[in-house]
């Protein structure tokens, strides 16, 4: 079975860390049998913080040029043949009834030419908008079977305006099967008219053998460990805010991961005064993380919104137990003996769980068989692969 996977979210030489959930899952999917190709489109429109007068701009502006001179049209990644066709990106905030017809038109070539050499069974596109909205257009063409994986900003914000709704809406209803990676995201795409037998509850799932649990020692570990974008839905202010008012000032916070807010989170530790407390680690290799998460005495992720997590699973996978907001998906995957949830945007709550979960005795192979039982990447890709097999027969 050949599957077309359209996601703008995906590694680049530029960025091996960027979408790497979606990368793992076709990893995953060719290792169990399927055929798969990527189109990835690369945006070459400037974003908005490079428009802005301010120090260091012409560094930034050199290396965006850079990072996108750097990105191949294909490329092989870890035995998965990807395409980067370049696309002019009209942003999102003030004209996103454009972004799916730029997307589609810029890619059409590209498109018919894959199809010649390569016939598809499926269209498979990760996030509704834009993604899914021209999978549909490519699937009418070709006469293919869609499938979008809506993942969570793409249906609860971008697909509920005006603008673009109705392209949303059309998009959920041509498609065959639409997966989602918690229970609310499922009764979201149901409210939009589509069938609920159509629509499967399937994480991205982890890795184990990549992830596992090494070398834990409950009385040697004294970190907090976050994982993720330097971005307002990660609440991380909330995170260094609860971590400043810790009793036990012996623990440290390592941050790993970059982003947008990372010069006013860097600010605010160092006028807390925690510089020497707070490790900030950079982005870090995927391959590197299991390292790291064994290192932790556990995860934290304050998000405000989150769908599922892969770095929660990972850190489950590794046996290290979770504090983290009880948004989105999380409650699903994290049961009690695994870690502590709090109400999002809470700083109070959050030190509270982060002084309990400090001070428990974790027990960190029961963790690990949760993890095996139920997280497990193969294990879900073996869904995903009995789901095409059924939309491709009907």
Not at 363 to 372: G, H, L, M, P, T
């Amino acid at each position: 079975m050949k599957v077309l996977i359209i996601s703008t979210l995906y590694p680049n030489p530029s960025n091996l860390t960027f979408g790497v959930f979606v990368h793992e899952q076709v990893k995953q999917l060719i290792k169990l049998g399927i055929d798969v190709r990527v189109i990835c489109p690369i945006s070459i429109t400037p974003p908005l913080k490079l428009l802005k007068l301010k120090k260091g701009i012409l560094r930034e502006w050199k290396n965006w040029i850079l990072n996108i001179w750097n990105i191949p049209k294909e490329y092989m990644l870890e035995g998965v043949n990807i395409y980067y066709p370049r696309w002019i990106l009209l942003t999102k905030v003030f004209f996103p009834q454009f972004e799916a017809p730029a997307f589609f038109y810029s890619k059409m070539r590209l498109v018919h030419r894959i199809w010649q050499d390569w016939n598809w069974d499926i269209v498979h596109a990760h996030f509704l908008t834009p993604n899914g909205i021209v999978a549909e257009q490519i699937a009418k063409k070709y006469g293919n079977p869609l499938v979008i994986s809506c993942l969570g900003d793409d249906l609860f914000h971008y697909a509920k305006r005006k603008t673009i709704y109705d392209s949303a809406k059309s998009a959920l209803l041509f498609s065959r099967a639409i997966i989602c990676k918690s229970a609310q995201l499922r009764e979201a795409v149901i409210e939009f008219g589509v069938e609920a037998e159509q629509v499967y509850e399937i994480y991205n799932g982890c890795d184990l053998v990549e992830f596992k649990t090494s070398n834990r020692n409950n009385n040697k570990l004294n970190e907090i460990l976050f994982i993720g974008h330097f971005i307002e839905r990660k609440c991380l202010e909330y995170l260094i805010e609860a971590f400043r008012n810790l009793k036990n000032k012996q623990i440290k916070l390592r941050l790993i991961g970059d982003g947008e807010l990372f010069p006013q989170i860097k600010k605010t530790v160092y006028d807390y005064a925690l510089r020497d407390r707070v490790i900030f680690e950079g982005t870090v290799p995927h391959a590197l993380l299991p390292d790291y998460i064994n290192s932790a005495k556990l995860l934290c992720l304050p998000s405000r919104s989150e769908g599922t997590p892969n770095v929660i699973m990972e850190a489950l996978a590794c046996g290290t137990p979770v504090v983290a907001s009880g948004v989105g998906g999380v409650s699903g995957i994290v049961p009690s003996f695994c870690g502590i949830l709090v109400p999002p945007k809470d700083a109070g709550a959050l030190q509270n769980a982060l002084e309990v979960a400090l001070k428990r005795n974790w027990d960190y192979q029961a963790i690990r068989k949760y993890a095996e039982q139920n997280l497990s990447s193969a294990g879900q890709c073996k869904k995903i692969i009995k789901m095409y097999q059924r939309i491709s027969l009907q």
